[in-house]
Each structure stands twice: as C-alpha cells, then as structure tokens.
C-alpha cells in the first residue's frame, strides 16, 4: 500500500469515530490519523469520497467553527442540512458552536468539548 493510500484509510478511520451530534475539525482528524500537519489534506480526500459514502463526513468542519463552501456552495448546504439532521445548530452562512458541539476524541463522550 502506497503512502497516499495509508493516509486516506487512516483518515477515514478518525473520520468514522466522530459520534452522531459532534463536529471535529480538519486539524483534528489529521492528528488522530497521525498526520498533524495535513489538515488540508484531510479535506481533500473527504472531498474526494464516493457520493453515497456512509462516511460521515459532514462532521468534519473548520477549526474556527464553520463549514466551508470549498467553492461548491450546494455541498456545504447539504454538510449544513446533515449537521442540522443530527441536532447540532448551524446557522445558514455554516457557523456552529465549538464549544457546544465540538468533539474531544473520547469514545465516551459525544459533546466532551472541543480540542485541536
């Protein structure tokens, strides 16, 4: 398995323990994959994900507490619609709460704060 490979599974991993009702950001799957220093490429394989995907990817947002367009303005109303189906406020440019919705990485815990 080639390195870009190795990546994208372990991002998919961290990608798939963020619980119903939580948000991470991209800084934080990328620490949680191993790769700290690859936000940006968090978000390029969550981008390249197959449509149908039972990835939650919709809870991966920016760090500072909002979901980016990334240039396609219907994806991030879907990420939005998704978020708000699980409970979690979003208000309509994609801004949410961090401290009330972000996840901390304890499997214990879906709202245990927000760190990353």
Same mark, same amino acid.
């Given at each position: 398995?080639?390195?870009?490979?190795?990546?994208?599974?372990?991002v998919?991993?961290?990608?798939?323990?963020?619980?119903? $009702?939580? +948000?991470? /950001?991209? %800084?934080?799957?990328?620490?949680?994959?191993?790769y700290?220093? @690859?936000? =940006?490429?968090? &978000?390029?394989?969550?981008?390249?994900?197959?449509?149908?995907?039972?990835?939650?990817?919709?809870?991966?947002v920016?760090?500072? $507490?909002? +979901?980016? /367009?990334? %240039?396609?303005?219907w994806?991030?109303?879907?990420?939005?619609? @998704?978020? =708000?189906?699980? &409970?979690?406020?979003?208000?309509?440019?994609?801004?949410?709460?961090?401290?009330?919705?972000?996840?901390?990485?304890?499997?214990?815990?879906?709202?245990?704060?927000?760190?990353?």
């Amino acid at each position: 398995m080639d390195e870009r490979e190795t990546f994208r599974e372990a991002v998919c991993r961290a990608v798939a323990q963020v619980p119903r $009702g939580s +948000v991470a /950001s991209y %800084g934080q799957i990328a620490w949680m994959a191993g790769y700290p220093r @690859r936000p =940006r490429q968090v &978000g390029m394989v969550l981008k390249g994900l197959p449509e149908g995907t039972d990835l939650p990817w919709h809870r991966i947002v920016s760090v500072k $507490g909002y +979901v980016p /367009s990334r %240039g396609r303005w219907w994806g991030a109303m879907l990420q939005i619609q @998704r978020l =708000r189906d699980e &409970g979690i406020d979003v208000d309509d440019a994609g801004n949410l709460d961090l401290g009330r919705f972000g996840w901390n990485g304890d499997q214990s815990s879906s709202r245990s704060g927000f760190s990353r």
